[in-house]
């Protein structure tokens, strides 16, 4: 369907990819896998003509339909939220405008004969089939559909579009992407601002509505559900594999297994070559072995070992001061923003030592509560910290609310105090900040790279209780895996606003629901939570 030829792309001499090919084949469905910088949002906007290549062609049937969704977009505008998801009918729509022009024409002209009133025939018979090959759409359903699935509710429909976040925005774009039903969706990173229904909701949207999909994404439990096949970016090439993710990182294990066993047997042999070389390169009877082996040696082309991401990153949190038996206890809490009721009469108690999760739809109250905990709103009802209960507290935005002018060290060494001054450089490194990183300035970081230095400024002071909101939004899979193990070891109480499924799973003990403008305690792991939920939700139908 859509193909990639010759595909290079070089910045200031220094070459991202070169020579890559593949074809999109209609209903693939593929996750861009490798590590950050190999290029792989690079590839994606390529694709959609975003960005031009520095060689190579795309190839695709010219009436073919590429969706694009960015890792960040969307400027202000004055529409509605329903008039900015119709947006993705704006072409239909301007048809059926232009149609009931030329129709309107075509009654009231008396020029029958004349070449203006043929040519208006045949613009009508373009416009028609054009129209045709759309079909029947009931457009304001199809937009109420995807909405609502993207987790807005009917009341959000005429509100303006410069009343919701970011992340609410790039909601709306994804709405507008998947009403156009393109017949190749590029998503990158797109469960970042999406709560653990709607992103349920977009990967049955995506396996059983959607044409092609390639993806971007570091939640696992996402790919997974969604992709069929894997293209892994590294060193400048490609490694295609027909399989989903997790079969993928077997099949790469055991490909850079081959590859190191034959690079290893490659430089044996080259040193014993070099051995043979030096040690009879004087001796006249082994002048032409010795001339030939040098040859042989200057012709022989090198064996790579595909690169393995060797940044190591240690994340261990400090040792926890005691706190009392209950570090939080919630009675009867209840928030409201003028008329708006978020939730009511909350009351919960969580012991010392247990991992809980916050979960539930986007504005239902998760981050309210813990902002409520952290003192930073006012509510009503009483919220207790236990007795020598010391905070640590990592918020939604928390990366973005660093100083963009401070360079990587100055960031750190604004803030620590006493013996771990000594440190810092160790604690960069073990973030994976090395030495030429040190210098850079916050403002150049990627998502990623603030998030992990956000988090270096968590661990500076030891703490008991956690709280964390959406820690892993932009963080690479393996980052997340060595911070989820770190979180399982640390000795306090933690406590998770997150969506991603894959992160929770086997973390946490207890989940809280915010729904319905209450708060529901559920005493089981995420995968429990989430199997039951939706027997509930089929009885529901029934």
């Known amino acids: 369907m859509i193909s990639i ?4 792309v070089e910045f200031g001499g220094t070459t991202l990819f070169k020579d890559i090919s593949f074809v999109v084949n209609e209903k693939d469905r593929i996750a861009l896998m490798g590590k950050n910088g190999a290029g792989k949002s690079t590839l994606l906007k390529i694709i959609a003509g975003a960005q031009s290549p520095s060689k190579g062609i795309i190839s695709a049937p010219k009436d073919a339909v590429i969706a694009y969704l960015p890792q960040h977009l969307m400027a202000d505008n004055e529409r509605t939220v329903f ?4 947006q993705a009918f704006a072409d239909v729509l301007s048809m059926q405008k232009q149609m009931d022009y030329l129709n309107h024409q075509l009654t009231i002209r008396t020029d029958y004969e004349s070449p203006e009133y043929y040519e208006i025939i045949e613009k009508v018979s373009t416009i028609s089939e054009k129209l ?15 909405l609502i699935g993207l987790g807005f509710e009917r009341a959000d429909f005429q509100r303006p579009t410069s009343d919701f976040s970011g992340g609410w925005r790039m909601r709306i774009e ?9 017949d190749l969706i590029l998503l990158d990173e797109p469960t970042n601002h999406l709560d653990i229904e709607s992103v349920q909701w977009l990967e ?3 396996v ?3 044409k092609a999909v390639i993806i971007i994404s570091h939640d696992r439990a996402f790919v997974d559900s969604i992709t069929t096949r894997t293209i892994e970016v590294t060193m400048g090439r490609i490694y295609d594999y027909k399989v989903n993710y997790s079969s993928y990182l077997q099949l790469r294990k055991e490909r850079r297994e081959q590859q190191q066993k034959a690079f290893d047997e490659q430089q044996k042999m080259i040193a014993e070559t070099q051995e043979f070389i030096d040690r009879f390169k004087g001796t006249y009877s082994k002048t032409l072995q010795v001339q030939s082996r040098v040859k042989m040696l200057e012709k022989l082309p090198i064996l790579e070992v595909d690169e393995v991401d060797t940044s190591h990153l240690k994340l261990r949190f400090p040792k926890s001061p005691r706190s009392g038996s209950y570090p939080v206890v919630a009675e009867d809490v209840s928030k409201n923003y003028d008329d708006l009721l978020v939730f009511a009469n909350a009351s919960f108690s969580i012991q010392r030592g247990e991992k809980v999760a916050f979960v539930g739809k986007n504005g239902e109250g998760k981050s309210t509560m813990v902002k409520a905990i952290m003192g930073e709103i006012e509510h009503d009802g009483k919220l207790i ?13 928390e990366a973005s609310l660093l100083d963009e002018n401070l360079t990587v060290f100055q ?5 620590a105090k006493g013996d771990i001054r000594t440190k810092i450089k160790d604690l960069l490194g073990a973030f994976m900040f090395g030495a030429d990183d040190w210098d850079k300035k916050v403002k150049i970081l990627s998502g990623g790279e603030r998030t992990r230095l956000a988090m270096i400024k968590l661990l500076l002071e030891p703490v008991n209780l956690l709280i964390l909101d959406e820690p892993t939004n932009h963080l690479d899979m393996r980052t997340k895996d060595i911070l989820k193990q770190a979180l399982m070891d640390f000795d306090g109480t933690l406590i998770l606003v997150s969506h991603d499924r894959d992160f929770l799973d086997g973390m946490v003990n207890k989940i809280y629901e915010f729904g319905n403008k209450r708060v529901k305690e559920h005493l089981e792991g995420i995968r429990e939570f989430l199997e039951r939920k939706k027997m509930e939700h089929l009885k529901e139908l029934e």
């Open 5 to 8: 030829d010759g595909l290079t």
């Open 83 to 86: 008039e900015e998801a119709s």
């Open 132 to 146: 045709y090959s759309h079909g029947e759409i009931n457009f304001d359903a199809e937009v109420e559909k995807i």
């Open 174 to 182: 994804l709405a507008k992407i998947l009403l156009q039903n393109p």
């Open 204 to 206: 049955n949207f995506l």
């Open 208 to 210: 059983n509505s959607a």
């Open 385 to 397: 910290l236990g007795h020598n209960t010391m905070v640590g507290y990592f918020a939604q935005n």
């Open 411 to 415: 960031t750190i060494d604004d803030v």
